[in-house]
């Protein structure tokens, strides 16, 4: 399969209405995109990372009323999950796409995770870039460009996933869908490369 990018019909997946309908064009347009992408990136995140990586494509199987409004890929240092562990996405939003590094509520870790950002927030600001976006939760599609956010802001954001159970902290890169539908295969596959590398100091956090 020649990866070709992600178009406006991609996107438009997530405006189909029930959930049989909308799986059923998630399979058949999107998942194939996500298993290319992670077929390719997961030898490089193991290179960057120094760990064995594995990539698992969202199956949204326990869902049996709502119908998904995102999906992705995820890598991770484990052959059998994602979600305890620190791990890199790439999916999407009707709005967007998006890059994470993530530690989300399920990681037993993530509370000394927070404390370790805690304690590096100047390094960290200086070596994210203010383009990038910072969340609490996965699974909204809102997030807060590093620009904006006060040092204070990002200390309560490192606090919070310290102190409450469901936190989480997530940082990456949103590309609106009208720059992704614009990017062929490879100007794409080259932006995640980036924001890969970009995102590879967080994941030594750990």
Known sequence: MKFNGFTDNDFDVFKIDGL??????????????????????????????????????AKHARRSVNPPDDTWVAFANNKRGYKKHPHFQIGLWNTHLFIWFAMIYEA??????????????????????????????HTKPDAIT??????????SLCQRVQNVKKAELLCG????????TELNGDELIQKIDNAFETLLPLYKMN
């Open 108 to 137: 037993p870790h993530k509370a000394e995770f927070g404390k370790k950002a805690e304690e590096n927030v100047d390094e960290i600001r200086d070596m994210i870039p203010s383009d990038y976006v910072w969340s609490g939760d």
């Open 20 to 57: 049989e309908n909308r799986m059923e064009a998630i399979q058949q347009h999107i998942r194939p995109k996500l298993e290319y992408l992670g077929q390719y990136f997961t030898p490089a995140l193991s290179t960057l990372t120094g760990d064995e990586m594995f990539y698992h494509v």
């Open 173 to 180: 890169l949103h590309l609106d869908r009208e720059t992704v």
């Open 146 to 155: 590093f620009s904006s956010m006060s040092r204070d802001e990002f200390l």
